[in-house]
């Protein structure tokens, strides 16, 4: 009898064993494998704060496990479209995409992930999709110990993919002890497209956009995505999303110096007509202020144009953005910085938020910040173009040309608005007036015909004539006050031409009530006026 109730003892001791590792750590029947699982741990100084980051999670690329590589695109807008249900809840802090995307298909240490992003908590998870069927499993791991707050495996039919989605957004909510009222649950699920293959379609576009402005074909890329983001709004037709991401490509049609003047007055027609539809199918009060900016940037009447930007600048949360940047050039510098810091605690492995940071630095006289800022860029993405030639600026302003002229061969990689003034701008500024139009000129044989780099060129020569003559010609486009604005955003040289050639751009100022041209610390030598 004493072996008997010595056995019944060490039974039931493994039985609670068992049941304490269950509910520990449920089962999952199909593991979701994005990341490496940490041990529990102590938290060090690479972990996230809980008590800094609070209720906060990062929505990771769930892992296609389908055969069909098309499914991928099915897996990326599963999450997307999580990621911005997630973010439509007050009081929860959600890692914007492009940082969390950049984890996909990476085994990373969610310690790691976590610190990276400034969250507490990542959901991940898997897609299988096979014909009208499709497997979803999805689990939440808080990243400081590994420990699973919720998991769940869902098998159904591909109908129900949105009451999947419905239910792992209000359960992620539920875990993380978020009470969602009515209105609340309605605006997450408002977020939603509730097309499958709209937002595959749209996913497609998206791939093409990031591979444009990773490479050279800018405006081929950009081109190619339109039949996804058309294909998209057939299917959704007040797919507000894919509106801007058209903008994108008209912008960048209109302002390419390749680009006819019939294409550029068609592309200005086409993208007034997208930005008015993604502002009318717009369901983020934020995204509308954004994109209110830039309709008024480009028509002909700038009159609203300060009050759109204070009211953009003073939105919360991180929407997508465009073309708030040139706002630094006409006085919102500060606000402009404040905004960026911002985007990059939302966003914080966004690449451009750290370049727009550096330049607002620049205008602020903060060289130091800017050149700082500009290396966190290049860490984030290697040594590119842009960030070579943002560089370049900084250490013109500074004075030391010969750094700059040394990143020349970087920056000149860049076939569009960079290059031309890689070498010719350190050129110019160091004195060497005649080698920098040289430079200029076998750039112009060799690439195209940029006339934002030649105003800024010119300008730093001392030609007054020349650039007042590209200025005029700029002026006289489609959207040209808009472009010219761009152009001294990047001059950051105070007037790099006179108002009297340009009565266009001169017309939107005196609309907007802007005094020209904002002060600035920079000065080009040659430059009198």
């Known amino acids: 009898h004493k072996l008997d109730r010595v056995i019944i003892a060490f039974l039931v001791l493994a039985i609670g064993v068992l049941l304490v590792a269950r509910f520990t750590h449920p089962p999952v029947s199909e593991p979701a494998a994005p990341a490496t699982r940490p041990p529990p741990v102590t938290l060090d100084d690479t972990s996230p704060d809980p008590a800094a980051v609070g209720k906060s999670v990062a929505v990771l690329p769930f892992v296609n496990m389908s055969s069909d590589p098309e499914n991928e695109y099915f897996a990326d807008g599963l999450s997307e479209e999580l990621l911005n249900q997630l973010a439509q809840i007050p009081d929860l802090q959600v890692a914007g995409r492009t940082s969390s995307f950049s984890f996909k298909g990476k085994s990373e240490d969610l310690r790691v992930i976590g610190a990276a992003l400034g969250v507490a908590n990542v959901l991940e998870g898997s897609v299988r999709r096979?014909?009208?069927?499709?497997?979803?499993t999805a689990q939440l791991i808080r990243v400081a110990d590994g420990f699973h707050l919720?998991?769940?495996?869902?098998?159904?039919?591909?109908?129900?993919?949105?009451?999947?989605?419905?239910?792992?957004?209000?359960?992620?909510?539920?875990?993380?002890?978020?009470?969602?009222?009515?209105?609340?649950?309605?605006?997450?699920?408002?977020?939603?497209?509730r097309n499958v293959d709209a937002f595959v379609a749209f996913q497609k576009g998206k791939e093409l956009v990031q591979k444009a402005h990773s490479g050279t074909d800018l405006i081929k890329n950009m081109r190619r995505s339109l039949s996804h983001f058309d294909r998209a709004i057939e299917l959704v037709p007040d797919f507000g999303a894919a509106y801007w991401q058209k903008t994108d490509y008209y912008a960048h049609l209109v302002m390419d110096s390749a680009?006819?003047?019939a294409e550029r007055a068609e592309g200005l027609v086409n993208l007034r007509?997208?930005?008015?539809?993604?502002?009318?199918?717009?369901?983020?009060?934020?995204?509308?202020?954004?994109?209110?900016?830039?309709?008024?940037?480009?028509?002909?009447?700038?009159?609203?144009?300060?009050?759109r930007i204070e009211k953009a600048l003073a939105a919360p949360g991180c929407p997508e953005v465009s073309w708030i940047e040139v706002a630094t050039a006409i006085g919102y510098a500060a606000d402009t910085a404040d905004m960026w810091a911002r985007y990059r605690q939302c966003d914080p492995l966004f690449m451009i938020s750290y370049i727009q940071q550096a330049l607002t630095s620049f205008w602020l006289g903060d060289v130091d910040a800017a050149l700082e800022y500009n290396r966190e860029a290049e860490v984030l993405a290697g040594s590119t173009p842009w960030i070579a030639a943002n560089r370049q600026l900084i250490l013109l302003g500074l004075g030391r040309t010969g750094e700059a002229l040394a990143l020349a061969p970087e920056a000149a990689k860049d076939r569009y608005f960079y290059g031309m003034g890689s070498y010719a701008l350190p050129l110019a500024l160091s004195g060497d007036i005649e080698g920098a139009r040289l430079a200029m000129e076998r750039w112009q044989a060799e690439h195209n015909r940029d006339i934002r780099s030649q105003i800024h060129i010119y300008a730093?020569?001392?030609?007054?004539?020349?650039?007042?003559?590209?200025?005029a010609e700029m002026d006289a486009r489609p959207a040209g006050p808009m472009i010219?604005?761009?152009?001294?955003?990047?001059?950051?040289?105070?007037?790099?031409?006179?108002?009297?050639?340009?009565?266009?751009?001169?017309?939107?100022?005196?609309?907007?009530?802007?005094?020209?041209?904002?002060?600035?610390?920079?000065?080009y030598p040659a430059k009198d006026w």
């Open 484 to 523: 010219l604005l761009l152009t001294a955003e990047y001059c950051a040289c105070g007037a790099p031409f006179d108002l009297e050639a340009t009565p266009n751009f001169s017309a939107r100022l005196r609309e907007a009530d802007i005094t020209w041209p904002v002060e600035t610390f920079i000065r």
């Open 150 to 193: 919720w998991s769940e495996t869902y098998d159904r039919t591909m109908d129900d993919v949105f009451a999947i989605q419905d239910d792992i957004s209000s359960s992620v909510a539920g875990a993380l002890k978020i009470i969602l009222d009515e209105p609340a649950r309605l605006r997450m699920q408002a977020a939603g497209v």
């Open 460 to 471: 730093a020569m001392g030609d007054r004539a020349r650039a007042n003559e590209l200025a």
């Open 130 to 136: 096979q014909r009208d069927t499709v497997r979803v």
């Open 259 to 261: 680009s006819t003047d």
């Open 273 to 307: 007509m997208a930005l008015d539809e993604a502002y009318r199918y717009s369901s983020d009060p934020s995204r509308r202020a954004f994109i209110d900016v830039d309709r008024v940037l480009f028509s002909d009447d700038w009159s609203p144009l300060r009050d």
